[in-house]
Each structure stands twice: as C-alpha cells, then as structure tokens.
C-alpha cells in the first residue's frame, strides 16, 4: 500500500527565511511519481511540481526547490526567502504510474509566514 | 480552456438527509476523480470515473456513490448524511489516458456542513 508521511504539522516562520518541507513516502511500485501541491485558504489545489521515479535530478524553480531522494524516500520542498503570500497548507502526494490517476496525500504541513 | 468547475460551492445539510455534488472537467478529459478533505483524515481518494465506468474506488462505505455522464460530467451522491461527512470535496479531472502520465486539475471544491 502506498502511504506519504508529512511529519511536520505547522511551521511558522518570518518573512524573508528559507524553510523545507518536508515527505516521506512508501510504495512497492518502482515506477511512481510524486507531487507537491499548495492549497491557499480558497480551497483550491494548486500544482507546484511532478517528479517520476527515474527521475532524480533535484528542481529550482524561482524561490522553489525540491530535493527527491530514492535512497532514503524523500521528497522535500525548499521555500528560499520566503513571503507571506507562501501561507498556506502543502500537500505532498503520490500516484502509480501511467494510466491512473488516483492521489495518495499527506496530511499536509501547514506554513505561516509572518511579517 | 475553461476549468474544473464544481457546483454547488456550498451546501448545508441535516444528518439522514442525501446530497448530490457535480463536478464538470476540463473540455476533452474523460476522467474524474473525486476526494474528500477533513482535518482529521486529510484528502482521501473516494473514486475515479472513466468513460462513465467506475475504475478505481477508494475506502469509504456504500453511503458514498457516483456517476458519469457520456459528456464526462461526475456526480457524487452521500445517502443518509451524517456528521462525519462535513468535509470539503474536491473533484479533479485528467485526460485519462491509458499508458501515459495523466496529470489532475482540481477544482475549487463543494464544502459541505452536516448539521
């Protein structure tokens, strides 16, 4: 059974910090991908990033990285100088391979980033 | 290209009563899946609907059923309402495609109060 553990609950931080994020994940598919998604206060999830398994080469993109780890089934997220417009919930999540499309979430890491 | 549009956005309802939510997908995609947000239990897959079959169901009782129509738009119905199931319900689309990455947009979700 697939599982994705987001350990960290809430995370507060001032304007301007960097912060990880981080996943944990369990699969017995070789082939997976893995996703990070926002949700702001809307409701409404946002895409942040897809990775497939063969597929390690870390991601920048903006004040966004992601750093995907077979060896030790991680796929954090790193929020560089981050703002307030970054509060929200975070969503890690994990999907079998081609042809399906059902989502196994964390529980989310909820980041507040103050003034 | 319009989005995953969910109706209604709001519905308050009593327990033993039954609902019905509708999602409609992006124009050509022929899959949607189907989720239910809670603080306890975080996002868990409830069902996906492909070319009006059911193909993938998740763990939720025989209260929780759906359907697909032929121009791809999903309905979700909760018989015998209890409290438990005030939730928000998040409803995503993909093009469904066998043998291929099929990445999910997600609409802006139907919260629903069991009073």
């Known amino acids: 059974a697939q599982k994705v553990t987001q350990a960290q609950t809430e995370i507060s931080v001032v304007e301007k910090e960097d912060v990880t994020l981080d996943c944990v994940y369990e699969t017995r598919d070789t082939t997976y991908y893995l996703f990070w998604y926002k949700q702001p206060p809307s409701g409404e999830l946002v895409f942040l990033i897809r990775?497939?398994?063969?597929?390690?080469q870390n991601e920048i993109s903006g004040r966004y990285s992601w750093n995907f780890q077979k060896s030790t089934s991680s796929f954090n997220f790193t929020i560089t100088a981050s703002q307030v417009v970054d509060s929200a919930v975070y969503f890690c999540?994990?999907?079998?391979?081609?042809?399906?499309?059902?989502?196994?979430f964390g529980k989310g890491t909820m980041l507040l980033v103050s003034p | 290209k319009a989005g995953v549009t969910q109706t209604p956005r709001y519905l308050i309802k009593t327990r033993g009563q039954q609902v019905t939510l509708s999602c409609s997908p992006i124009?050509?995609?022929?899959?949607v899946s189907w989720y239910q947000q809670t603080p306890g239990q975080g996002l868990q897959f409830l069902f996906e609907y492909f070319s009006e079959t059911q193909r993938n169901k998740g763990n939720f009782p025989g209260r929780f059923s759906g359907r697909q129509f032929s121009n791809s738009r999903s309905e979700m119905n909760v018989s015998t309402l209890e409290l438990g199931d005030s939730a928000l319900y998040l409803c995503?689309?993909?093009?469904?495609?066998?043998?291929?990455?099929?990445?999910?947009?997600f609409g802006p979700g139907t919260r629903l109060t069991v009073l």
């Open positions: 995503a689309s993909s093009p469904g495609l066998a043998y291929s990455y099929n990445e999910q947009f």
């Open positions: 999540a994990l999907s079998e391979a081609e042809g399906y499309s059902t989502l196994t």
């Open positions: 124009s050509g995609h022929r899959s």
């Open positions: 990775r497939n398994s063969f597929d390690e």
